[in-house]
């Protein structure tokens, strides 16, 4: 197997040739790129690069939604030997000014003139910053240093004709396994993000291993949706489509990907957890306006469904004849329209990078759709655990990745050592040798191994609470129990040093306003809908209902309804849409001493909930 990462792209491009490499919607339809297409634009993007001073171990940047050029930008880069480190497009210019300067980028690609303002902004930060190159220039600039993508592509022609195509394979062939590959930067949940060095070697491992447990085919077609920036697009969407040599579905946007994965059905896709929480709220809604009868029916299904599937993965069983008719009829009435809903061409799926709501797994694997939760970190460039065919346990992470040790640190803290760790945060010496203490990769992570050996997460190390009676308590595993609620978007727990737990909760605003209407609550607008008493005593009777599944202690005593969701605009989310704490708990400071006022009982379970 191909050791590095732009020579598994050289090896599939002569491979490959007239195949689809991706798939991408202009003008309302799709089209295809192939191999050998998208082989000719790197290669002259990459000796555009040359042609602009850019040498071995040199870092190139890009701010840039999910699009095609993205991926061309991406293995440029890699071709020419370079460091990529990409950009959120949702971040401020004082945010990108942070990665240009910190990784040093000397280039950085721009996806429209938007994101070109922003960076104009960011560059007298970034004393290493030569050249910005967007997309597409509409308008002249003044100023030699920003180009558009098309003159870059022009300079490598250039280059091309005074043969330096040897040059270029030549480059290919000097980079090595252990060579950097990345730098990406983590969200910032609890301070400046850090730059991870990602190597070829540990990305190709954490490949290799991925294709041992879901094997590709020559029908494998994967979907990209997240930005590159998030590490698990770019190490297990991108790379991995790269490396092992099947297509990729390009979406418009995240916004579109319910639509994009219906029309284009891949096989398989990571994705993160609201994708699936859309679907099958979508589904539960239409089951609840259904008629009690066929409510009944569905209901039936689920349950027929998820016998077969426990008979189906029992080795050595015989199906029993009844459960098999059953599970047909099952598919005739739901399963096929679940699976239509997920392009009807899905084999498995991945969740990652927050919890997911077990109940939505059962129903998924009910309707014969598997979607196996995994576990790793921005600071891991392989997979920690993942579920997978064989070792499957819904509530789980799954069983830790072959080759790698798992011990279990002060307050449970998940530690891990062997391939799976990266050489550390770039430029930070100090926070990799607190990341990796005693030789240990320090996660931040609570779990615990049960005794199958699957692992279970229960918390965030530096988010755990600690109230007045020296109790330790998770507010993430609250928080995504209270989620439960069709009619809770967000919710964040609070109670450090107190007797008792509080929450912010924000709501979601479909549901919400569809439980209105049928309901003949008058309400001008939604803000003015979460202050509605009727509103706020059906979140009280949602918590009260999930405080029942809860300790005395982790139970919520008083919830406060806020009328907006949490915004990136407004910093209260990372990112990759994880919310921040401590901007949160700064932000309603007033709000949340109000829930621990001794006289303040309005906001008592029980009683109406407040908002604001």
């Known amino acids: 197997m191909i050791g590095t990462l732009p020579g598994a792209f050289i090896e599939n491009v002569l491979k490959r040739h007239n195949k689809p490499f991706l798939y991408f919607k202009k003008e309302g339809r799709w089209q295809s790129v192939s191999w050998k297409a998208v082989g000719e634009t790197v290669k002259l993007l990459a000796l555009g690069f040359v042609a602009l001073g850019i040498k071995k171990g040199d870092r190139i940047s890009a701010v840039s939604e999910t699009r095609p050029e993205m991926a061309y930008v991406c293995l440029a880069v890699a071709t020419s030997g370079a460091i990529f480190a990409p950009i959120y497009h949702t971040n401020s210019p004082s945010q990108c000014a942070h990665v240009l300067k910190d990784s040093g980028a000397r280039i950085v690609y721009a996806e429209d003139e938007a994101q070109l303002e922003k960076l104009k902004v960011a560059w007298k930060e970034c004393p290493a910053l030569e050249r910005i190159i967007v997309h597409k220039l509409s308008t002249p600039q003044n100023d030699h240093r920003i180009m558009s993508l098309e ?114 059905g891949p096989t398989f896709f990571f994705i993160p957890p609201r994708f699936y929480e859309k679907v099958y709220y979508e589904i539960m809604t239409n089951i609840s306006a259904a008629a009690p009868y ?12 998820t016998e077969f599937q426990d008979q189906k993965n029992c080795d050595g069983t015989r199906l029993d004849l009844r459960l098999r008719i059953s599970n047909a009829i099952g598919h005739l009435i739901l399963f096929r329209s679940v699976r239509r809903m997920l392009g009807g061409k899905m084999e498995w799926a991945s969740s990652g990078g927050a919890p997911i709501q077990p109940k939505i797994l059962e129903f998924f694997r009910a309707c014969g759709l598997g979607i196996y939760e995994g576990y790793g970190l921005t600071e891991a460039p392989g997979l920690i655990a993942l579920n997978r065919p064989g070792a499957w346990k819904i509530g789980t992470v799954g069983k830790p990745s072959e080759g790698l040790e798992l011990k279990f640190g002060e307050e449970g803290e998940i530690l891990i050592k062997g391939w799976a760790m990266s050489q550390g ?22 779990g615990r191994l049960d005794e199958e050996g699957f692992l279970h997460i229960t918390g965030r190390k530096k988010e755990l609470i600690i109230t007045s009676t020296g109790k330790n308590i998770s507010p993430a595993n609250i928080a995504t129990l209270l989620k439960t609620s069709l009619y809770i978007s967000e919710a964040v727990v609070f109670g450090e040093g107190k007797t008792y737990l509080t929450a912010l909760v924000t709501l979601d605003e479909e549901n919400t306003t569809t439980y209105a209407r049928d309901r003949k609550i008058l309400f001008t607008d939604f803000p003015s809908l979460t202050r509605h008493p009727e509103i706020s005593a059906l979140i009280d009777s949602e918590i009260q209902a999930r405080n029942q599944q809860l300790s005395r202690i982790e139970q919520i005593k008083k919830f406060a309804i806020l009328e907006n969701q949490f915004s990136l605009d407004r910093e209260e989310l990372t990112p990759t849409m994880k919310v921040r704490r401590k901007v949160i708990e700064d932000r309603y400071r007033e709000l949340i001493a109000t829930m621990y006022e001794q006289k303040n009982n309005a906001s008592s379970m029980g009683r109406e909930g407040m908002t604001t």
Request: charged share 20%.
């Open 151 to 264: 003159e870059v592509f022009t300079l490598g022609k250039r280059e091309c004709e005074k043969n330096s195509e040897t040059s270029y394979y030549n480059r290919i062939k000097g980079i090595n396994p252990k060579d950097i590959s990345a730098i990406i930067y983590t969200s910032g949940t609890t301070g400046s993000p850090k730059g991870v060095i990602d190597t070829n070697e540990g990305i190709v491992k954490n490949i290799k291993l991925l294709e041992k447990w879901f094997p590709v085919s020559e029908r494998s077609i994967g979907i990209s949706a997240l930005p590159m920036a998030h590490a698990l697009e770019l190490r297990n969407g991108h790379w991995y489509h790269v490396y092992c040599g099947f297509p990729q579905i390009y979406a418009q946007s995240i916004k579109t990907i319910y639509e994009d994965i219906r029309e284009m």
């Open 294 to 305: 066929k409510n009944r029916i569905y209901n039936w299904c689920v349950k027929t469904g």
């Open 425 to 446: 945060y770039w430029n930070n010496p100090e926070g990799t040798a607190e990341l990796y203490h005693n030789g240990l990769l320090h996660t931040g992570d609570i």
